[in-house]
C-alpha cells in the first residue's frame, strides 16, 4: 500500500462537478473545525472559499503563529551539475535543450559554499539536474561531504532514489529531501514528461515515503501549480502530505507551492494559476496541516513574497541562483527563471521589518563523524 | 534566600522558566529577561550558531542567566544525548532539558525514550529536566534515571490551552519526590498561578509570551502570576466548601 492507491480512489472523485458545488456554509463549517478532514480541504479549495481568503488567513495567521511564533527559516538552493536525461516540456534542464552542460568539481563545490554560507545561511538545498550516469549518489555523497564543513543542515532535490540509497544519504548527512510530484494528474504527466525515467509516475510518486522510511528529518513535497487544474493538485498534494504523516509521524512534512515560470522553451501552462489562486491554495494547506512546514521559493515575486510571510509561510529562500555555480561565476543556464532576486540581507532585513525573525539556523547535522 | 527552587546545585528565586523560540526578533529576549525576572532560561541547540555573531541566540542571553539548552529535533534517545553532549561542548552548561519527540503534529513526547535518555545523562553528570507527558511511573522512572526535575506538559506546545492534564500534574506533584515543572500548554497568567497553586514547582513558557500582542507586558503578568499562585500555596488554600454552612447546629441538642 503506497499513496498510489490513495490516489488512484481519490481520482475517482468528479472534480468539476464537485467545486460547483461547495457553498459558503461549507467553507464556514470547515473553519470552525479544527482538524479538518478530505471535505473541508475540498471545500477549502473550492470556488466558493475564494470568497473568504480573509477569514480563512486570519485563521491561518492565528494557528502559524501558535506552532511557528515569529520565526521564518532560511535557505538557499545550489544546483552543482545540470545534466539531465529527461525530457519534461516545461524545464530548461531538459535533455533536448542545446546547452553548455556543467556539473561542478568538489573543490568548486567547496568554493560555492564557502561563498552560501558567508550570508550566513546554514541551510542548503543541493539540487542536480536528473542524471544517474552523471550527478550518481556517489557524487552527491561527495558533495555532501564538503557541504557538511559550511552547513548545519543539507536537504537534497535529485532524482528519486532507491530507500537504501536514501538511507545512505542520510548517514552521510542529509537530513531533507525535497521531491516534486510536479503534476498528479496521470494523463497530464504522461504528456509533459516526454523522455526519461522520469516517466515512471509510480516511482516518483512513492520516493519521498521512500525518503521517510530512510530516517530523513523533514520532506518536502509539492506539484508544479500550473501544470493542470490547480485546486484538483493543490488537493492532491495536501492529501499526499497528510497520507506521509499519518504513517511517519517522526518527520517533517512541508510543502511546496511553487508556480509555472519561464523557462528556456515555449510551453505554456494549461492552467493559469492567480495570486489569489496562490493565496487560496497557500491558505488551505495551513489551515489543513497545522503543522506542516510551507516553503515559498524565489519564483514568487518580491512585492507578492513580502505579502505572503504572513499567511503560513515558515520557509523561504534568499539569494538565489538556479545556475550551477551561480554564487562564484556566471554562465550558467538558469533553470528557470527567478522573481525575487533579493540577497540574504535583503530578505533578512524585509523580515524583520514585517515583525518576523528570520532563521539562519535550525538544525545540527546528527550523522556520524559530523560533530564539529 | 526564602522559598528558593533548587535544582541541580542552584537556588533559584524565580520559578518562572522562560523560552527563546517563536520572538518576532532575538532582541526582545533580553528584556523579557528583565520583566519576566526569570533566571532560567531554554534555548534549542538547533538555533545556537556559535560562528555567527549577528544572528546568535547566545549572544542575546545575560550572563547571569542559568542556561537550559533543550534537545528540540531529537527523536530517539541517541539523538537527544548526542546534542546534550554538542551543548555541552559548545559552553553551554550542564543542565539540559531533554525532549524526544517523534509527533511532529501534536508535538507530543516519547517517555520511554525521554527516560532512556535521562539514563545516559544523568550519568554523565547532566543536570537533567525532561519533558514529558504526565504519567506517575514514568516519572518514577526518570526519578530514579537521575532527572533534577520532570516537566510535565499542560496542553501541547504551543496550544495556549492551559492546564489541561491537571488532575495528572496534581498527582506527579504528590506523588513524583521530585520537583514539577510544568511545561508547554499555558496560555495566561491564571493557568501559571493555578499551576503554583497546586504546588508545581516552576513552570516554563514560550509561546504565552512569545505570541502576545505585548510579550514584554505579559512577561511582567506572568511574573506576578507565578509569585502568587506560590505564595497561596505555601499560604496553604482554604478548603473548598461544597455546600453552605448550616446557620444553626444540627446536633447542638446532644451537647444540653
Ligand atoms: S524538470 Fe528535472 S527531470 Fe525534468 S528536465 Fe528539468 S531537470 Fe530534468
Keep these: 500500500m503506497s499513496f498510489y492507491e490513495s490516489l488512484t480512489i481519490l481520482e475517482r472523485i468528479p472534480f468539476r462537478e464537485l467545486w460547483q458545488k461547495y457553498t459558503k456554509d461549507d467553507v464556514m463549517r470547515a473553519l470552525a473545525k479544527e482538524k479538518l478532514d478530505k471535505e473541508d480541504l475540498l471545500a477549502l479549495l473550492s470556488p466558493a472559499a475564494s470568497w473568504h481568503l480573509e477569514e480563512m488567513a486570519q485563521k491561518a495567521q492565528r494557528i502559524t503563529r501558535s506552532h511557528f511564533g515569529y520565526a521564518v527559516q532560511l535557505f538557499t538552493p545550489m544546483y552543482v551539475a545540470d545534466y539531465c536525461v529527461n525530457h519534461c516540456t516545461y524545464c530548461s534542464f531538459s535533455a533536448i535543450h542545446d546547452f553548455p552542460r556543467k556539473k561542478l568539481s568538489l573543490e568548486q563545490v567547496e568554493a560555492e559554499a564557502a561563498a552560501i554560507a558567508s550570508s550566513g545561511l546554514r541551510h542548503i538545498l543541493l539540487l542536480t539536474g536528473e542524471s544517474r550516469k552523471d550527478s550518481p549518489v556517489g557524487y552527491v555523497k561527495d558533495c555532501v561531504k564538503v557541504l557538511r564543513k559550511y552547513f548545519s543542515s543539507i536537504s537534497i532535490e535529485v532524482n528519486p532514489l532507491s530507500t537504501e540509497e536514501y538511507q545512505e544519504l542520510a548517514d552521510t548527512g542529509v537530513d531533507g529531501l525535497t521531491l516534486f510530484q510536479e503534476v498528479y494528474h496521470q494523463e497530464t504527466y504522461r504528456k509533459l514528461h516526454v523522455k526519461g525515467p522520469k516517466r515512471n509516475f509510480r516511482a516518483r510518486l512513492d520516493a519521498p515515503e521512500r525518503g521517510c522510511q530512510a530516517g530523513f528529518r523533514s520532506v518536502n513535497i509539492g506539484a508544479l501549480l500550473g501544470l493542470y487544474d490547480w485546486r484538483q493538485e493543490a488537493f492532491m498534494t495536501a492529501m499526499h502530505a497528510r497520507y506521509l504523516q499519518d504513517r511517519y509521524p517522526g518527520c517533517e512534512i512541508s510543502l511546496s507551492p511553487p508556480r509555472f515560470r519561464p523557462y528556456l522553451g515555449s510551453f505554456n501552462p494549461e492552467s493559469d494559476v492567480t495570486d489569489r489562486a496562490l493565496v487560496q491554495i497557500i491558505l488551505a494547506y495551513r489551515l489543513f496541516l497545522p503543522r506542516s512546514g510551507i516553503t515559498l521559493s524565489t519564483r514568487e515575486p518580491a512585492e507578492l513574497r513580502d505579502r505572503l510571510v504572513h499567511l503560513g509561510v515558515t520557509k523561504m529562500s534568499a539569494g538565489v541562483s538556479t545556475e550551477v555555480g551561480g554564487h562564484t561565476s556566471d554562465g550558467g543556464t538558469p533553470q528557470f527563471e527567478i522573481s525575487d532576486s533579493r540577497s540574504v540581507p535583503e530578505i533578512r532585513d524585509m523580515l524583520y521589518g514585517s515583525g518576523l525573525q528570520p532563521v539562519f539556523k535550525d538544525w545540527d547535522i546528527l550523522a556520524e563523524g559530523s560533530v564539529r | ?256
Design chain 2, 1 to 256: 534566600m526564602q522559598d528558593a527552587l533548587h535544582i541541580g546545585g542552584k537556588a533559584l528565586s524565580s520559578r518562572l522558566f522562560i523560552g527563546t523560540g517563536k520572538y518576532s526578533r532575538n532582541t526582545l529576549i533580553p528584556e523579557v529577561i528583565a520583566r519576566s525576572g526569570s533566571e532560567v532560561i531554554t534555548v534549542a541547540l538547533r538555533r545556537v550558531d556559535p560562528s555567527s555573531q549577528k544572528e546568535n541566540i547566545l549572544s542575546h542571553i545575560p550572563p547571569q542567566m542559568t542556561l537550559l539548552p533543550n534537545t528540540s529535533g531529537a527523536r530517539t534517545a541517541e539523538e537527544a544525548v548526542r546534542i546534550a553532549r554538542l551543548a555541552r561542548a559548545a559552553g553551554m552548561g550542564n543542565w539540559v532539558k531533554i525532549e524526544v519527540i517523534n509527533d511532529q503534529r501534536y508535538l507530543l513526547p516519547d517517555n520511554l525514550e525521554t527516560i532512556r535518555a535521562t539514563e545516559i545523562l544523568a550519568a554523565e553528570g547532566f543536570v537533567v529536566l525532561p519533558y514529558m507527558s504526565p504519567d506517575l511511573s514514568a516519572a518514577l522512572r526518570l526519578r530514579d534515571a537521575g532527572a533534577a526535575a520532570v516537566m510535565p506538559l499542560g496542553a501541547p506546545i504551543g496550544s495556549n490551552r492551559g492546564l489541561r492534564t491537571k488532575e495528572l500534574i496534581g498527582i506527579l506533584i504528590e506523588e513524583a519526590g521530585l520537583p514539577v515543572i510544568v511545561d508547554a500548554g499555558i496560555g495566561r497568567p491564571s493557568e501559571a498561578a493555578e499551576a503554583m497553586e497546586m504546588g508545581a514547582a516552576a513552570v516554563l513558557l514560550n509561546t504565552a509570551i512569545a505570541t502576545a500582542r505585548d510579550p514584554l507586558g505579559m512577561a511582567e503578568a506572568f511574573r506576578g502570576a507565578v509569585a502568587a499562585g506560590r505564595q497561596a500555596y505555601l499560604a496553604g488554600l482554604g478548603p473548598v466548601q461544597q455546600e453552605a454552612e448550616a446557620s444553626s447546629p444540627l446536633t447542638g441538642f446532644l451537647n444540653v
